[in-house]
T-cell receptor, first 115, second 113 residues
Framework: DAGITQSPRHKVTETGTPVTLRCHQTENHRYMYWYRQDPGHGLRLIHYSYGVKDTDKGEVSDGYSVSRSKTEDFLLTLESATSSQTSVYFC??????????????FGSGTQLSVL | AQSVTQPDIHITVSEGASLELRCNYSYGATPYLFWYVQSPGQGLQLLLKYFSGDTLVQGIKGFEAEFKRSQSSFNLRKPSVHWSDAAEYFCAVARGGYQKVTFGTGTKLQVIP
């Protein structure tokens, strides 16, 4: 499996507080993604990055921001968490150093609860 | 816009029986199609993918899927299910790369002895 580490694995926070989730990869893959998974919705793309400092919005980007200052790290920030952002968040990577982009590898997820 | 429909939310099969999970997609051109599996508390693992060529695709763990353009379908099959196959299965469609992947809502598979 690809080397993807998400931290924290679990987090409980209160409405209105800022939250940052971290995704760290050791594979030197070009693309990084943040998804959220909710029952009845499958996985939905929040934001993705196609290089250092290059990011774009996904399907459900409202209320989220991202940053990628290094190839290996992709941060997802909830500026002011709301209960609707309670979800499981997955980081994924694709785009190998040799230029192929045939597999999307997922991290193990972060369970976020906003009370 | 592309979309994916997995009509079965939950399926129960007996161990050793055959399995077919349905997936229908909506996309104007030839899509990239995927099946992923998710075990409880884990991330998603790619089972197989279709980009072009042979419409019958072989994957890991004995799974296969067939792309049928006329039916806009990409159903997942396995001839004999094992108890370890119990998991949630997601079909996904993309247009050229992973930047715009749309996932279905998933099908939970239960395997009974």
């Amino acid at each position: 499996d690809a080397g993807i580490t998400q931290s924290p694995r679990h987090k409980v926070t209160e409405t209105g507080t800022p939250v940052t989730l971290r995704c760290h990869q050791t594979e030197n893959h070009r693309y990084m993604y943040w998804y959220r998974q909710d029952p009845g919705h499958g996985l939905r793309l929040i934001h993705y990055s196609y290089g250092v400092k290059d990011t774009d919005k996904g399907e459900v980007s409202d209320g989220y921001s991202v940053s990628r200052s290094k190839t290996e790290d992709f941060l997802l920030t909830l500026e002011s968490a709301t209960s609707s952002q309670t979800s499981v968040y997955f980081c994924a990577i694709s785009g190998t150093p040799d230029g192929t982009n045939e597999k999307l590898f997922f991290g193990s997820g972060t369970q976020l609860s906003v009370l | 816009a592309q979309s994916v429909t997995q009509p079965d939310i939950h399926i129960t099969v007996s161990e050793g029986a055959s399995l077919e999970l349905r997936c229908n997609y909506s996309y104007g051109a030839t899509p990239y199609l995927f099946w992923y599996v998710q075990s409880p508390g884990q991330g998603l693992q790619l089972l197989l993918k279709y980009f072009s060529g042979d419409t019958l695709v072989q994957g890991i763990k004995g799974f296969e899927a067939e792309f049928k353009r006329s039916q806009s379908s990409f159903n997942l099959r396995k001839p004999s299910v094992h108890w370890s196959d119990a998991a949630e299965y997601f079909c996904a469609v993309a247009r050229g790369g992973y930047q715009k992947v749309t996932f279905g809502t998933g099908t939970k598979l239960q395997v009974i002895p």
